[in-house]
Structure formats: C-alpha cells, structure tokens
C-alpha cells in the first residue's frame, strides 16, 4: 500500500513540474459536461481511446453535471491552462450569456476538435396519447400547459427545441429539468413526463426497441437511421428558417494554453476522430461526423451562437439580449 | 444449454478467470484507499483495455466492481475512514470493534457478508432482471423525494446520544450540499462569488475530514495509552454467527438491489437504510449498536455488495445505468461494438449469462483475497500511535487530493476534519453530517422536480401521492418509522430500550 501511496504522490508532484514541449508527461483529465449514458457521455467515451493511442497517456475522464453544464465548464476554466484538463462539452456553453448563466462562452475555450453534430428528434412515452408531431401540437392546444415536456435546464437541447416550436406554434408545455438527456429519457419511460426533444442518438436504441415512439425528425429530411421518422417541415414548413439546427460535441481547452501543446491535442484528436471505429459509431447513431479546429470551428461555434441566441432571446427565453455581448444578428 | 455455457465461460478460460481474480484483488485496494474509487479505475480501464476483446474487459472491471465496493470496509474498520460512501455506515460499529481488538473479526464478518450480499445481488440479476428494472424505471421525481425523506430519517439511527444534535448536524449537511450551483438553473447559491465554492463541497472530502482526520486527532488525547492487542486468533466467523443472522444479511440484501436498481440511488444510501434497518429489527443486539455491534456491519456490508448485482439490472435489460460504475461499463460496451440497449438482451443474450457467471466469480474471489492476509492488516492498528497517526493524515491527503486532483479539496477536508473534531468533543456524531450532504440534492432535485411537474400545486402533489400505489407506499413506510418512534408506540410495542437514539433524548 505503501508503494501505492509514494506512487500517488510523485503523480501529483509530477504535476506541476509538467512542461509543455514534451507534453503530455501525466494522464490527461476530461471533465464530461453532461451525465453518464448522455449523448456527450456517449461520443467522449468513444473517442478518446482513439486519442489516447495518438497521445500515449491517458484521459481519465468525469462526469461533472449541473447546472447546464456551467459547473463543468467553470470547473475547466478555474485549472491550469496547460492542456492536461480537456471540457468535454456540448453546445450548451454558447448560450450561457444569454441566458444569464455564466459570463463564459467558447471564446474563452480554444476547439481542440468540434467531432460531430446531432440531429434532434421528438420522441414520446410509448402509452402517451398521440402518435405523430401533429396530433401532439393537437393534443397540446387542447390541454395547455398540461403536458409535461422533458428537459436538461434552461438553454439545454430540449428548451431551445421547445423554445423554437412555441416561436412558430401555439404550444404551451411544463418542461421538467432532468441531469441530462440520459436521465430524462429514463425518467421519460417511467412516465415522469410525456414527450420530450432529444439527440438522436441517445434515442435511437430505445425507439428500436420499441420503448418509446418517435414523433418527428425536427430536420429538413429523413434520416438514414430511423427512415420511417417524419421530417417536421413535412407538416409545418415554417420550421424551415430555422433548419438545420442541432447540438454538437466537442473538445476544449482554456485559450491560454501554450500553442504547442494545443497543436499536439489537435492533431491527436483529429487522427483519433479520423479513426474507422469511431466514424461508424458516429454515423450508426445518427450523428454527422465534423471533425474541425481552430478558426474553421470558431466560424462554426460563432455563426452557431448568432442563430441560436437570437432565437432563443426572441421567443422570451434569455434574460439576456444578444447585443449586449456583441453577438450579431444572423 | 448455451446460457450454461456462457455463464461457466469465465471459469475454465484460464486468461479471463486470471483477470476476475486481478480485478478483484486490484478493486479491494483501490476501494480501501479514500478518494480512488472504483468509478476512476473502471473508467481508466476502458481506455486501457480498448484493444482487447470486450469479455476479457468486462471481467477485469465486474472484478474491480465487485472488489473495490467490499475494499471501502477495510480503511472503515481499521482506520475510520470510510473507502468510500457506502462504507460510511460499516465504520460506525466496525471501528469500535477494532478499538476492543476485534479488527480481525470486524474484517471476517464483513469479508463473509459482502460475500453473501454480493452474491443474493447477483441471483436476483439472473432470476429477476426485467421485472425488477420494469419496476425500477416506474419511480418518479417523488418517489426519489420520498426515498430522500426515508434517508432523513436515518439520522435518528446515527444521532448517538441526542436527536436534537443529530438533527442539527444532519440540517448542516443537507445545508452543505446546497452550496455551489443550483443544479436546476445555474443561479448560484451560498458561493459568495468564489469560483471554487461554484463546484460545491465535495462529500468525500468531507467524508475523510469528519471521519478520518477527526478521529486521528481525538486519539492524540490518548497518545500514551498502549494499542489495543489485537486479537487474530478467530477471522473466519463460525457458521453459528452467520446462521442467526441469516436474516438479516438476506433483508439487507434485499434493500440493497432494490436501492442499487433504482437508477438515482445507489450503494452508498442502500447501506445506511440497510443499516437503520438493522437497528430498528434487532431488539437485543449482544453489543449495544454504535459501540461494535455485528447486525451494524452485516447489514451495511451485505447491503453495498448486494447493490453491484442490483445496478446491472437496469443496465443490462435496458441501458440504463443503475449507478455511476454501470454508467461507465455502458460506454465500454459501446465502445467495444455492442449497442448497450433494450435490446442487448434479446441481441447478445450471452452477453447477460456472461456477466452473471462473471461476477459470481469476482464475488468468490473477493471472499478468498479478503479473507487472507487480515493478520497483517491488523498489525497497522497495532503500530504505536506515533507512526499511526502521520500515516492516516497522509493517507487522507492524497486520498482529498485525488478526488479531483484539487488542492482546494485537500483544504476543505482538514478543515472538516478540525470542524469534525470539535463536533465530537461536544457529543455531536459526524455521520449525520454525511448523510445530509449525500442526501441534499437527491432531495432537492427532485422535490422540485415533482413540484414543477404538477405545475407548481401543493394539492396535486399531494393527491399524486395518495393516489400513486408506490409513492403512497414509501409514504406509508415513513409514517410507520415515525409512529415507531412516539413514545405511545414504544411503551405498547417496544421490548426494553435498546436502542440510544430517540430514548436518551426524550
């Protein structure tokens, strides 16, 4: 035990005598933003022992929840800019200014790799009482405010989805905050709520299974995966403006780390995510594979954040206005 | 027929029966250091084993599962500092066992009981699994209050020699845990504008702080008193003493799968309801509870182990974590190929078998490496108190410092060590505090979770109980404990007082 201990403790002096030039020196710590089994769980978990092999160490990776993701992405941005504490995040992070949650976004994260995009589908208890998007908006107006939507917390996936359904419908639901879409779906089978919008890919077992019914793709198109899902725009085409929209995953590091060590973890992430294994995981789940860093995903992230901001402080969600913080109107 | 083979695969497989055997030996160390759980290690395995086929993966993790749950009770016994959170309740009597020179007894029983725990888990998993997660997944937000509620009441059973303390120190955990980030919307509560108080306060660090570094220095009033002989002649326990208390081990065991499948609960709560649930059964315990009662480590200790078997459930059927462990062997699987799912069970049947075989061996070989070498464990208890108490104090901060690899951590832990010290001079227990705080947000989330699913309405919250067969059941039990303890009831119904919490306090 002894020697377990001696051990521990040289890891942790190793830590702060860590140089840059001959990083990564120590295991690599990944701070997973949202809760085990989620979409982002599932996609950081799934990469990162292709990267481990690039990078020859490890990335010890947690689950930090809460608060939309605000106590990973503080936790991240409070350590060392050295590159050993990678967020592992979703899209979340761009709305926190407006929606008064936290004064940081991406532009204070440098994208190691932004890896994929989801498609968010509509899916239902499979006992709730209507079976298409249609009979839910009917079944919605008739009982306003009765059915309960399932939800991650403001500025999570399912509010923005809901946010932009009541911004074209008349479509009043109780959204019920859960620790991520994994718990929520769970919660969603036990029939704590009745719908609720998630990232394909979390879904797609459960619909195949039969446990819960999907409702619509909330795309322009059909997917590969589930082609029998009723793109939105099929029945409401004024969703088209805003399509497409979707989540994304991606891999950060605080802006301040030595470019050295930023170009070592981009290039380890891109041949990870370049890997066979992973990019049929990605496309099997429903997910499209991005793969980009540096400027080319800061256009991305930041064209990301004008759409969304404005949308979600449009339909009275933020408490924020975009212009305050420079964000442009698309 | 083929379910056989699969069950039996990891028996005659020399590489994977060597690995289960590993992991387990590997889990009970890592469990028994505080601060590296089993969570950690499993999720550094799945990189390191991502080249492998996905059975020898999955062996080595049941083994460090298994192993690593029973390795919390070592560090609890010997040094009173719980593993782990589902050990908190085994150091409550296992400790005063080592105090009497009992360690090696303490470390036997509760080697014997995971054991038995483990193993009525693993049944249950092979028997039961689909109608036990159908059951699992129906709880909703208030059923999880509910459960928080029942936990509450805990603290009469932690509470020593008064309620009102135990309350007031049970009140400060449950306040501790509000601090940081409000989980539901990110306001931020009790943080004063520190980054690092947004994180919240780390239960563990608290655990080893309030249990450890206490106890370290409230031995230092006692430096000159000669360590208690340890006595090392009886480790395996007779089968007499399991026998009568096959009972409770099975009882125990039954709260623990339960507690273990529900999705939001785990190990950790199973074992302090186990435990609470021993003190109110046993009527005339031979060791008053709190001084080094058995029932107080059968129960908890039957209970954690009974809790791994339990987690798969949910997991297994349908792709749901039953804990954070599962959590992570779902994305290993995913990883490996399989599409953890509904439908794994009815895909990859032989996936299920395999894992049932699996972890009934990690439990055997967990019984064998606990069970040997206590004599030298026992020793470190033996060793004068001046080489003792810098080692515990070490162990302790680099068990603070690993939780998150956080200096900040390693402050608040001393800290609460100091608070914790302070605390028991004055009559006060710490385990309340603990319990407050693991409970705090369990309770938290939900109740407001329930609350905004009835749009915000007292009386159809209320009425959602009544009318919910299962809420009104948990509700029905935690009217029932309270009934149990007015004094109408005890004067009625109880045997003499056995028990030192609500009696003294009256």
């Given at each position: 035990m002894?020697?377990?201990?001696?051990?521990?403790?040289?890891l942790?002096?190793?830590?702060?005598?860590?140089?840059a030039?001959?990083?990564?020196?120590q295991?690599?710590?990944?701070?997973?933003?949202?809760?085990?089994?989620?979409?982002?769980d599932?996609?950081?978990?799934?990469?990162?022992?292709?990267?481990?092999?690039?990078?020859?160490?490890?990335?010890?990776?947690?689950?930090?929840?809460?608060?939309?993701?605000?106590?990973?992405?503080?936790?991240?941005?409070?350590?060392?800019?050295?590159?050993?504490?990678?967020?592992?995040?979703?899209?979340?992070?761009?709305?926190?200014?407006?929606?008064?949650?936290?004064?940081?976004?991406?532009?204070?994260f440098?994208?190691?790799?932004?890896?994929?995009?989801?498609?968010?589908?509509?899916?239902?208890?499979?006992?709730?009482?209507?079976?298409?998007?249609?009979e839910?908006?009917?079944?919605?107006?008739?009982?306003?405010?009765?059915?309960?939507m399932?939800?991650?917390g403001?500025?999570?996936?399912p509010?923005?989805?809901?946010?932009m359904?009541?911004?074209?419908?008349?479509?009043?639901?109780t959204?019920?905050?859960?620790d991520g879409?994994?718990?929520?779906?769970?919660?969603?089978?036990?029939?704590?709520?009745?719908?609720?919008p998630?990232?394909?890919g979390?879904?797609?077992?459960?619909?195949?299974?039969?446990r819960?019914?999907?409702?619509?793709?909330?795309?322009?198109?059909a997917?590969?995966?589930?082609?029998?899902?009723?793109?939105?725009t099929?029945d409401?085409?004024?969703?088209?403006?805003?399509?497409?929209?979707?989540?994304?995953?991606?891999?950060?590091?605080?802006?301040?780390?030595?470019?050295?060590?930023?170009?070592?973890?981009?290039?380890?992430?891109?041949?990870?995510?370049?890997?066979?294994?992973f990019?049929?995981?990605?496309?099997?789940?429903?997910?499209?594979s991005?793969n980009?860093?540096?400027?080319?995903?800061?256009?991305?992230?930041?064209?990301?954040?004008?759409?969304?901001?404005?949308?979600?402080?449009?339909?009275?969600?933020?408490?924020?206005?975009?212009?305050?913080?420079?964000?442009?109107?698309? | 027929?083929?379910?056989?083979?699969?069950?039996?695969?990891?028996?005659?497989?020399?590489?994977?029966?060597?690995?289960?055997?590993?992991?387990?030996?590997?889990?009970?160390y890592?469990?028994?250091?505080?601060?590296?759980?089993?969570?950690?290690?499993v999720?550094?395995l799945?990189?390191?084993?991502?080249?492998?086929?996905?059975?020898?993966?999955?062996?080595?993790?049941?083994?460090?599962?298994?192993?690593?749950?029973?390795?919390?009770?070592?560090t609890?016994?010997?040094?009173?500092?719980?593993?782990?959170?589902?050990?908190?309740?085994?150091?409550?009597?296992?400790?005063?066992?080592?105090?009497?020179?009992?360690?090696?007894?303490?470390?036997?029983?509760?080697?014997?009981?995971?054991?038995?725990?483990?193993?009525?888990?693993?049944?249950?998993l092979?028997?039961?699994?689909?109608?036990?997660?159908?059951?699992?997944?129906?709880?909703?937000p208030?059923?999880?209050?509910?459960?928080?509620?029942?936990?509450i009441?805990?603290v009469?059973?932690?509470?020593?020699?008064?309620?009102?303390?135990?309350v007031?120190?049970?009140?400060?955990?449950?306040?501790?845990?509000?601090?940081?980030?409000?989980?539901?919307?990110?306001?931020?509560?009790?943080?004063?504008?520190?980054?690092?108080l947004m994180?919240?306060?780390?239960?563990?660090?608290?655990?080893?702080?309030?249990?450890?570094?206490s106890e370290?220095?409230?031995?230092?009033?006692?430096?000159n008193a000669?360590?208690?002989?340890?006595k090392?002649?009886?480790?395996?326990?007779l089968?007499?003493?399991?026998?009568r208390?096959l009972?409770?081990?099975?009882?125990?065991?039954?709260?623990?799968?339960?507690i273990?499948?529900?999705?939001?609960?785990?190990?950790?709560?199973?074992?302090?309801?186990a435990?609470?649930?021993?003190?109110r059964?046993?009527?005339?315990?031979d060791v008053?509870?709190?001084?080094?009662?058995?029932?107080?480590?059968?129960?908890?200790?039957?209970?954690n182990?009974?809790?791994?078997?339990?987690?798969?459930?949910?997991?297994?059927?349908?792709?749901?974590?039953?804990?954070?462990?599962?959590?992570?062997?779902?994305?290993?699987?995913?990883?490996h190929?399989?599409n953890?799912?509904?439908?794994?069970?009815?895909?990859?049947?032989?996936?299920?078998?395999f894992?049932?075989g699996?972890?009934?061996?990690?439990?055997?070989?967990?019984?064998?490496?606990?069970?040997?070498?206590?004599r030298?464990f026992?020793?470190?208890?033996?060793?004068?108190?001046?080489?003792?108490?810098?080692?515990?104090?070490?162990?302790?901060?680099?068990?603070?410092?690993?939780?998150?690899?956080s200096?900040?951590?390693?402050?608040w832990?001393?800290?609460?060590?100091?608070?914790?010290?302070f605390?028991?001079?004055?009559?006060?227990?710490?385990?309340?505090?603990?319990?407050?705080?693991?409970?705090?947000?369990?309770?938290d989330?939900?109740?407001?979770r329930?609350?905004?699913?009835?749009?915000?309405?007292?009386?159809?919250?209320?009425?959602?109980?009544?009318?919910?067969?299962?809420?009104?059941?948990?509700?029905?039990?935690?009217?029932?404990?309270?009934?149990?303890?007015?004094?109408?009831?005890?004067?009625?119904?109880?045997?003499?007082?056995?028990?030192?919490?609500?009696?003294k306090?009256?």
């Amino acid at each position: 035990m002894l020697k377990t201990l001696v051990g521990a403790f040289a890891l942790s002096m190793a830590a702060s005598f860590a140089m840059a030039n001959d990083f990564p020196k120590q295991d690599l710590q990944g701070v997973i933003q949202w809760g085990a089994g989620g979409s982002t769980d599932l996609v950081m978990r799934s990469v990162a022992p292709h990267v481990e092999k690039e990078l020859g160490r490890s990335i010890v990776m947690t689950n930090k929840t809460g608060g939309v993701g605000v106590i990973a992405t503080q936790f991240v941005s409070t350590q060392p800019a050295d590159g050993y504490t990678l967020l592992m995040s979703a899209e979340n992070p761009q709305l926190y200014k407006v929606m008064g949650l936290s004064n940081l976004d991406y532009s204070n994260f440098y994208p190691v790799n932004v890896l994929a995009r989801g498609v968010p589908i509509i899916v239902a208890n499979k006992d709730a009482p209507f079976n298409t998007f249609k009979e839910l908006v009917d079944y919605v107006q008739k009982n306003p405010g009765k059915v309960r939507m399932g939800s991650t917390g403001p500025g999570g996936l399912p509010s923005v989805v809901g946010a932009m359904l009541s911004s074209k419908l008349d479509f009043k639901v109780t959204a019920v905050p859960f620790d991520g879409d994994g718990p929520a779906l769970t919660a969603m089978q036990g029939g704590a709520v009745e719908f609720m919008p998630a990232v394909l890919g979390a879904a797609v077992e459960h619909v195949k299974a039969g446990r819960i019914k999907v409702l619509a793709i909330f795309d322009k198109q059909a997917s590969p995966v589930l082609p029998d899902a009723r793109p939105i725009t099929a029945d409401y085409p004024q969703f088209e403006s805003l399509l497409p929209w979707g989540p994304f995953f991606g891999v950060f590091v605080k802006s301040e780390t030595p470019d050295d060590v930023k170009a070592k973890l981009v290039a380890a992430f891109k041949k990870g995510a370049n890997n066979e294994a992973f990019q049929k995981l990605l496309s099997d789940r429903g997910y499209v594979s991005m793969n980009m860093s540096g400027d080319e995903a800061n256009s991305f992230l930041k064209k990301w954040q004008s759409t969304t901001s404005w949308i979600v402080y449009d339909a009275g969600m933020g408490k924020k206005s975009p212009e305050e913080f420079g964000i442009p109107k698309p | 027929m083929e379910a056989l083979t699969y069950l039996f695969s990891s028996w005659i497989q020399p590489d994977l029966l060597f690995l289960t055997a590993l992991g387990a030996f590997a889990g009970i160390y890592i469990g028994a250091i505080p601060g590296l759980s089993v969570t950690m290690a499993v999720s550094i395995l799945i990189s390191f084993t991502f080249s492998w086929e996905v059975n020898p993966a999955l062996a080595l993790m049941n083994g460090i599962f298994m192993g690593g749950v029973y390795g919390g009770s070592r560090t609890a016994i010997l040094l009173n500092i719980p593993g782990a959170p589902a050990a908190i309740a085994t150091s409550l009597d296992g400790y005063p066992m080592a105090k009497k020179g009992e360690a090696g007894q303490a470390i036997g029983l509760s080697t014997v009981m995971s054991f038995i725990g483990g193993l009525v888990g693993i049944v249950v998993l092979a028997l039961a699994a689909p109608a036990i997660s159908e059951f699992a997944i129906k709880f909703q937000p208030r059923d999880y209050m509910l459960i928080a509620v029942m936990g509450i009441l805990l603290v009469g059973a932690l509470s020593g020699e008064s309620l009102a303390k135990g309350v007031f120190a049970g009140a400060f955990g449950i306040l501790l845990g509000t601090v940081g980030l409000d989980p539901m919307t990110a306001e931020q509560r009790f943080t004063f504008g520190s980054v690092s108080l947004m994180n919240g306060i780390s239960s563990i660090a608290l655990m080893i702080g309030m249990f450890g570094v206490s106890e370290a220095l409230l031995q230092l009033h006692h430096l000159n008193a000669q360590a208690v002989k340890q006595k090392i002649d009886r480790i395996v326990p007779l089968w007499g003493d399991i026998k009568r208390h096959l009972s409770l081990t099975l009882q125990s065991s039954g709260i623990g799968v339960i507690i273990g499948a529900l999705p939001g609960t785990g190990g950790d709560i199973a074992a302090l309801m186990a435990y609470d649930h021993a003190k109110r059964i046993t009527k005339n315990p031979d060791v008053p509870f709190g001084e080094g009662a058995k029932e107080g480590l059968i129960a908890p200790e039957s209970a954690n182990n009974a809790a791994v078997g339990g987690a798969y459930i949910p997991m297994l059927t349908l792709g749901i974590p039953g804990d954070a462990v599962t959590a992570v062997i779902i994305g290993a699987l995913f990883i490996h190929g399989l599409n953890p799912g509904p439908l794994l069970l009815l895909e990859k049947p032989d996936m299920f078998w395999f894992t049932v075989g699996n972890l009934v061996l990690a439990d055997i070989f967990m019984l064998i490496f606990g069970l040997t070498g206590i004599r030298i464990f026992t020793k470190i208890i033996e060793c004068p108190k001046a080489v003792l108490f810098p080692l515990i104090l070490l162990l302790s901060v680099v068990g603070a410092y690993s939780i998150n690899n956080s200096v900040a951590d390693v402050w608040w832990m001393l800290g609460f060590g100091v608070f914790g010290y302070f605390m028991k001079l004055y009559g006060y227990q710490v385990a309340p505090v603990i319990l407050g705080i693991i409970l705090s947000r369990l309770m938290d989330d939900n109740w407001r979770r329930a609350i905004i699913s009835e749009r915000e309405s007292l009386p159809d919250f209320v009425l959602g109980i009544l009318t919910s067969p299962l809420s009104a059941t948990l509700l029905g039990i935690i009217v029932f404990v309270l009934f149990t303890q007015t004094r109408w009831w005890k004067r009625r119904f109880g045997a003499a007082p056995t028990s030192l919490d609500a009696v003294k306090s009256n």
